[in-house]
């Protein structure tokens, strides 16, 4: 069973960095004026779909996570919590995928302002968690050191957000006036900081994994 959990969490690590690489490069090339408006909106539009994935991946991390280290004896945590905690990520699953696809815009923005928030209260519950594992020696420190790194990927998910918003803004205001260099310009300068956040993502997801990997520090 063990091996199934840790098949999974590779999995979720795979779709997690390998599809989020697509929307980075989606949005890269959304910034090309010599593209067609149309060309750039279907291609942005592509990037927002691949977004589904690592989106979802980082709300099962989480509880696949868990069962590693409950199947290996790391933890010992009740089976009514362990539970809570997939139902509680089955139903943010499923507000993700129900903003995904409802047709209603009403409805998509706020399944995404309650994904946005549910980021920064998961964040500072394992920011909480991961601390603890420190002070209290409750914890290997590897995973720990592993909760605190996903703890600073949903905060650095949250902040990409909060700045993608103004980004999207100004590419809606493109399809009046695609050719209009101040207003590309704005846009190139609205991703700047997003793509280093979504970088900022890659190498905490990847020093997440590293410290699975090679259980440092014990």
Known sequence: MMAAWLYLHILLLVFWVGTDLGVFLAAKYSERQTLSIETRQTVLMLGMVLDRLPRSALVLIVPSGLMLTQTSGLTALSPMLVLGIWVFAACWLALLWVGFLSTNATLTAKCAAINWWLNLILALVLLSIGASGYSQQLLPGWIAT??????????????????????????????????????????????????WVVLLIYVLALGAAAVGVFKWPV
């Open 146 to 195: 592993k909760i605190l790194l996903v703890a600073l990927i949903c905060l650095a998910g949250f902040v990409l957000d909060l700045l993608f918003g103004p980004a999207m803004g100004l590419f809606a205001r493109l399809a009046e006036m695609p050719n209009d260099a101040a207003l590309n310009q704005q846009y190139r300068q609205a991703l700047r900081p997003v793509y």
